[in-house]
C-alpha cells in the first residue's frame, strides 16, 4: 500500500511540475539556415510572468520567423494584457505570423474583436487565407495561412458528422500553389494530406495538444474526443511535405512537456 502512495505522489508531482513549471524545446534540422520559432496552443499558460519563458527563449534563439498556429489564446479569454505583451515581445524578436485556431474562431464576438484589435496593433502579420512573401538569406519564402470553417472542429455542439475539408476547398480559400518553398500554417493537422496534395513544402500545426497523454511515441486523446489521433507531435512526411506538428503550450497533459520547436529549413 505505501508503495502505490508514494507512486501516486511521484505521479502527481510529476503532473504538476509538467504543468506549471516546464517549458521544453524541440529542434528539428532540415538542413537549411533558415531558423524558424513555432509557437502554438499557448491558451491560458503561465510560463513565467506574462509567458516571459517563452519570449526569453524567442530572444536566446535569434529565429528568422515565429509561427503562432492558433489558439493563442482561449474562447472564455476575456482579458488579453499577458497575451499581447508576449505577442509585442516576440514581434520585436523577429517576423511573427499568425492564424487562427478554433478558439479563436469561437470567442464571443466582442472577445473576438479584441482579440484582432490586439494583433492589428502589434507587428504580426495575421493570416486569414491568405499569404505572404518573404526574402530570406537569398531565398524567397511563401507564407500561407489557410482557416477551416469551425464546423470541421465541432458541429451542433457536438463531435460527430463533422464538415470535411478538401483539397478544392483549400483551392477556394487560399487560391493554387505553384511556388516553391511553400509555408502553410495550419492549425489542424488532421488535413494533412489535403495541404501535402495542394502542393506545401512545410504545414505548421498544433491543436492535437501532443495528445494530452503520451504512450510512448502516441498521443492518445483529440480535440474531437478520438483515441490515439493520427498526427498528434513531431514530423511526419507525407508525399514531398514535411508535416510539422507542435504539442503545443496549454491545456493539460501527462508525459507530454509544454513545447516550443525550433526547424531550420
Aim: with cysteine; glycine share 6%.
Amino acid at each position: 500500500m505505501i508503495f502505490a502512495v508514494i507512486a501516486l505522489s511521484v505521479l502527481i508531482a510529476y503532473f504538476i511540475i509538467e504543468n506549471m513549471f516546464v517549458l521544453h524545446r524541440r529542434y528539428e534540422n532540415f538542413g537549411g539556415d533558415v531558423k524558424v520559432m513555432h509557437i502554438s496552443d499557448v491558451h491560458n499558460a503561465k510560463k513565467g510572468t506574462d509567458n516571459r519563458k517563452i519570449y526569453l527563449a524567442a530572444k536566446n534563439e535569434k529565429p528568422d520567423l515565429i509561427f503562432i498556429t492558433g489558439d493563442f489564446v482561449s474562447r472564455n479569454t476575456t482579458d488579453f494584457k499577458s497575451a499581447e505583451i508576449l505577442l509585442n515581445h516576440l514581434c520585436e524578436t523577429a517576423p511573427v505570423f499568425i492564424v487562427h485556431g478554433n478558439h479563436e474562431q469561437s470567442l464571443p464576438p466582442e472577445f473576438y474583436d479584441k482579440f484582432r484589435n490586439m494583433v492589428a496593433e502589434s507587428n504580426a502579420v495575421m493570416l486569414v487565407n491568405n499569404s505572404q512573401s518573404v526574402t530570406l538569406k537569398n531565398r524567397k519564402f511563401h507564407i500561407y495561412g489557410v482557416q477551416q470553417e469551425y464546423s470541421t472542429y465541432k458541429k451542433n455542439n457536438g463531435y460527430k458528422n463533422l464538415d470535411k475539408f478538401s483539397v478544392q476547398d483549400m483551392i477556394s480559400a487560399v487560391g493554387e500553389n505553384n511556388t516553391e518553398n511553400t509555408l502553410l500554417l495550419a492549425h489542424n493537422p488532421l488535413w494533412a494530406e489535403v495541404y501535402s496534395n495542394w502542393g506545401a513544402d512545410y504545414a505548421f500545426c498544433g491543436h492535437v495538444h501532443g495528445g494530452a497523454v503520451r504512450i510512448g511515441n502516441l498521443g492518445l486523446l483529440s480535440p474531437e474526443r478520438k483515441f490515439f489521433p493520427k498526427y498528434s507531435k513531431g514530423v511526419y512526411k507525407i508525399g514531398d511535405m514535411k508535416l510539422c506538428v507542435s504539442a503545443g503550450i496549454g491545456k493539460i497533459r501527462l508525459f507530454n512537456p509544454p513545447e516550443i520547436v525550433i526547424y531550420m529549413i
